[in-house]
């Protein structure tokens, strides 16, 4: 099976990639990782409330910036992901402000692992910035040359232009009303499926694909939710599904456009190529940094001690 573009990229360079997509939890996030529940104004802006605690705007740009410009984009049609990453946001603040009221970060066990990864931190900038890439890197050769090393294995995943009829569903006492109108727009849709953009401006509650008459764009089936992306699977180009169920309601799915996978060009993967090379070379500088800290000064081990500790740590 071949693998998609963005996995061959960085095992072509031998990278560990960290992918943020679909479900941002707030302890392994770069936001929340630096920030506690005393960081914004109570009296700011904010998106979203809970108690004394609240998410900024600045803190959900601070968290979209923290992204690759790939996840970035992907993450803006992601409102799930968006809002539970807010609620857990929230929820995370509330659990520190009620440590703080007792003393928790003051714990000596806290204490030595707050400053265990602050010198983690330190230690992380400090080599970034001893371990800095030429601006020239890569050059155009050696993209070409890192390039046709794995082309032959590297695709644009298939594409699926999809339009959907989206009927909000939160509460249970809506439930059958909303299904019912939901098998109704199906039908409908699926009599006349040229009136489909219609029917979604008039109908759908997502209301920025409503003004399209209902069309998401371009996109992989991996960016879709789960329950949308099977029945998007099984469409043919043109065709129109019946109800399906999310958590957030029902959607009433087109496929209206669908592009096969295929070969990336470089000129696709330059972006993602170059910062993986540079990646590359950053942590090969940083390496020869660090032996040769190693290689300058007399390294010694206590061969006793080092058996002494392993003993009484059994």
């Known amino acids: 099976m071949r693998k998609t573009i963005f996995a061959v990229l960085f095992a072509a360079v031998a990278l560990v990639a960290v992918a943020v997509v679909q479900g941002l939890r707030p302890g392994n996030d770069p936001v929340a990782a630096v920030q506690d529940a005393s960081v914004m104004p109570a009296d700011g802006p904010s998106l ?63 204490e030595r692992q707050t400053r265990a ?27 070409k040359q890192a390039y046709n090393a794995g082309k032959a294995n590297w695709t644009m995943p298939a594409l699926y232009r999809v339009s959907q009829i989206f009927l909000a569903a939160t509460e249970p006492q809506t439930f059958e009303a909303v299904r019912r109108q939901a098998i109704e727009l199906s039908r409908k849709a699926q009599a006349s499926p040229a009136e489909f953009a219609a029917l979604a401006n008039r109908f759908s509650q997502d209301r920025a694909t ?26 043919k180009v043109g065709a129109v599904s019946d109800p399906v169920q999310s958590a957030a309601g029902y959607h009433v799915i087109k496929l209206t456009e669908q592009q096969p996978a295929r070969e990336a060009t470089l000129d696709e993967v330059r972006g993602q190529l170059t910062q993986a090379l540079r990646a590359q070379r950053q942590e090969q500088i940083a390496k020869a940094y660090l032996d040769g800290m190693l290689d300058t000064a007399t390294l010694s081990i206590d061969g006793a001690q080092l058996s002494k500790v392993l003993e009484e740590v059994r």
């Open 210 to 235: 409503a003004e399209r008459g209902g069309d998401s764009g371009m996109q992989p089936l991996q960016q879709l939710l789960p329950q949308v992306r099977e029945a998007v699977a099984r469409l």
């Open 117 to 143: 990864a602050t010198e983690q931190i330190v230690f992380r900038d400090y080599l970034q910035s001893v371990s800095q890439v030429p601006a020239g890197y890569p050059s155009e050769e050696e993209l």
């Open 48 to 110: 979203a409330r809970l108690g004394n605690q609240q998410v900024s705007p600045d803190e959900l740009k601070a968290l979209l910036a923290a992204l690759t410009p790939q996840v970035r984009e992907q993450m803006r049609g992601n409102r799930a992901a968006l809002e539970s990453w807010i609620r857990a946001r929230l929820a995370e603040k509330a659990v520190l402000e009620q440590a703080d009221a007792q003393g928790w970060r003051q714990r000596p066990d806290v």
